[in-house]
């Protein structure tokens, strides 16, 4: 069984290993110096200004994702959302949910980010600009030059979702003026889902603690995990089985290198797109892609139908998409703990697949 999933990956035995230990209780001096350790190996991972700026979630990262919005965002605020697939729709979705008015850019598929696309919206005031940098429903990476010049310009907080992106491409919150970045645990990270992490620039964490007072939840209340962090802690329990995951994670990235990660994950993309492009496969190709995950693009032939023939003959895990795009796109994942003889694998499987689906 080999997992191609964007989320839960295939994990690493570092991290799977670790659920047989005995697990201490988690208001102590020994768990506390774990949660630091995470969020200063988080913090150096994506140049977040301190690890006093880390807040660790228990929810999967729509969760993050809402309870950024509360906490970040008020009623006055007029927000800007890049809108590309199922990802940029949930965070219109969140926004309506939570009565803050929106412009949205929407992208069809296939559909690139440009310069051009911000035009229509240079001459209006934003407080925030959302974006889930990799549209993990279709595959496009969005330049995130782009879209921190606009924030520059427009003094707006730039919230960004990195979930699917961190630990597959470049990421650095500083250099590109990155107020809020959202992640969670079982995608670049490669551990059990149920952890999220929520990353503040200074001016972020001041807006926060200023409108603490009108924020209309108790479990979800940044201020107090803020607060609780200083003393590695959270206000409440926390995915204390994956908090260890993330350590031997952290300990297995940080001893390759994070130079050397990121390249293992590109070398894997890049070579399952040059051998996917030489077996005649398409891959769509009028956007750049995060090397977490590849497009693949089906015309006739269902593509559902090859999901599930190489799950029940090979157990070879590969993402179906949703929405209009489900009967054409499959997506196969560059992260967790798969190597190039994986993918030759699954390129011999799927060209099998494809013949026998056929010959039906
Ligand atoms: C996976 C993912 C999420 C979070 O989904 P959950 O199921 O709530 O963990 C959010 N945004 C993006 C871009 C994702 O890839």
Same mark, same amino acid.
């Given at each position: 069984m080999t997992h191609f999933i964007i989320?839960?990956?295939?994990?690493y035995p570092e991290a799977m290993n670790i659920r047989q230990n005995d697990f201490s209780?988690?208001?102590?001096d020994d768990f506390s110096k774990i949660m630091m350790n995470n969020a200063k190996r988080l913090s150096l991972l994506m140049n977040?200004?301190?690890?006093?700026?880390i807040i660790f979630l228990t929810m999967s990262g729509t969760g993050a994702m809402e309870a950024a919005i509360e906490n970040c965002l008020s009623h006055k605020d007029r927000v800007l959302v890049v809108n590309g697939g199922t990802f940029g729709k949930r965070f219109c979705e969140l926004l309506n949910r939570h009565c803050i008015a929106y412009d949205a850019i929407n992208l069809k598929w296939n559909e690139q980010l440009t310069l051009q696309h911000l035009c229509p919206f240079e001459k209006n005031n934003y407080d925030a600009l959302l974006v889930?940098?990799?549209?993990?429903?279709?595959g496009q990476l969005y330049d995130i030059k782009l879209l921190s010049d606009f924030a520059k310009r427009k003094n707006s907080l730039l919230m960004v979702d990195a979930i699917s992106t961190f630990m597959a491409d470049e990421y650095d919150m500083e250099k590109n003026g990155i107020d809020v970045t959202i992640i969670s645990?079982?995608? %670049?990270?490669c551990c059990s889902p149920g952890l999220s992490i929520v990353a503040l620039s200074d001016r972020a964490k001041e807006k926060i603690i200023s409108q603490n007072s009108v924020v209309s939840t108790s479990y979800f209340n940044f201020y107090d995990y803020l607060q609780n962090m200083e003393r590695g802690q959270t206000p409440y329990t926390p995915a204390v089985g994956i908090v260890y995951e993330l350590d031997a994670m952290l300990n297995l990235i940080i001893q390759t290198g994070k130079k050397e990660w990121l390249q293992s994950v590109a070398e894997k993309a890049t070579y399952f797109r040059n051998m996917a492009i030489k077996k005649g496969f398409t891959i769509p190709c009028s956007y750049p892609h995060s090397n977490a995950l590849t497009p693949v693009l089906f015309t006739?032939?269902?593509?559902k139908s090859i999901v599930n023939y190489l799950r029940e003959h090979f157990q070879l895990y590969v993402n179906p998409c949703g929405g209009e795009l489900s009967n054409s796109l499959i997506r196969v994942a560059?992260? %967790?703990?798969?190597n190039l003889k994986d993918f030759d694998n699954l390129i011999e499987k799927m060209t099998i697949a494809i013949k026998n689906i056929k010959g039906l």
């Open positions: 989320g839960p990956v295939q994990m209780y988690f208001r102590s977040c200004p301190s690890y006093k700026n889930n940098l990799h549209e993990t429903s279709t645990s079982q995608k %670049g990270l006739n032939l269902n593509a560059h992260i %967790g703990d798969t």
